[in-house]
């Protein structure tokens, strides 16, 4: 087990809703990211946060939204959740920069 | 543009037979190459990177920048090499991953 642990596993939203997704990290991983993969696709970088400030953003927009806190634990927001926004999302933490990064199972969120 | 192309979504070769999956990659300066496994029910993994160049259950790949590939290759496939394979790069000084799309390998026994 690599300890990166999220919650919820499965969670059904409506278009418009807003939706909060947890992440708890491995003890003393300071970089934390998440990801996006929608259905026959690889994971898509959403963005990286570094001791609790953000560290990187990739092709989305401010709607996406994270926080990471001192207890290694984190939160990926996303506001007026759209149909597109159905897919597996993925927590990824690592010591520092350059180390293995070890992925969390994922939590599926369905938009309808 | 940063990509990571995996031409195959399906891969399927029988218990023994040698497996190669492409990776190609477009990225102007010094990436890392890695390539990330996801067996059935399980969390993604990373497999290998190019620069421990190891080779972890078989498998190994080489980095070509002259070809701008990174393919994974394996003499002898097993059973239960059968999973979701990705390939990935990070740019230079970053830790944002950049997935392919995925090639599925079945080892038939």
């Known amino acids: 087990e690599t300890g990166v642990t999220q919650s919820p596993t499965h969670l059904i939203k409506t278009r418009g809703q807003q939706v909060t997704l947890r992440c708890s990290s491995q003890s003393g991983h300071n970089t934390v990211s998440w990801y996006q993969q929608a259905l026959g696709q690889g994971p898509q970088f959403i963005f990286q946060?570094?001791?609790?400030?953000?560290?990187g953003r990739g092709n989305f927009p401010p709607r996406f939204s994270g926080l990471q806190f001192p207890n290694y634990s984190s939160e990926l927001n996303v506001n007026a959740l759209e149909l597109d926004d159905s897919a597996l999302y993925l927590c990824?933490?690592?010591?520092?920069?350059?180390?293995?990064?070890?992925f969390g199972e994922g939590s599926w969120l369905t938009v309808v | 543009a940063q990509r990571v192309t995996q031409p195959e979504k399906l891969l399927s070769v029988f218990k023994g037979a040698p497996v190669e999956l492409k990776c190609n990659y477009s990225?102007?300066?010094?990436?890392?190459l890695f390539w990330y496994v996801q067996y059935s029910r399980q969390r993604l993994q990373l497999l290998l990177r190019?620069?421990s160049r190891e080779s972890i259950k078989g498998f190994t790949a080489d980095l070509n920048k002259g070809e701008t590939s990174f393919h994974l290759k394996k003499p002898f496939a097993q059973e239960e090499d059968s999973a979701m394979y990705y390939c990935?790069?990070?740019?230079?000084?970053?830790?944002?991953?950049?997935f392919g799309t995925g090639t599925r390998l079945q080892v038939f026994p």
């Open positions: 190019h620069i």
């Open positions: 990935a790069l990070t740019p230079y000084n970053t830790d944002k991953l950049i």
């Open positions: 990225y102007s300066g010094s990436p890392e």
């Open positions: 946060y570094y001791r609790e400030e953000e560290n």
């Open positions: 990824a933490s690592s010591l520092d920069s350059g180390n293995t990064i070890y």
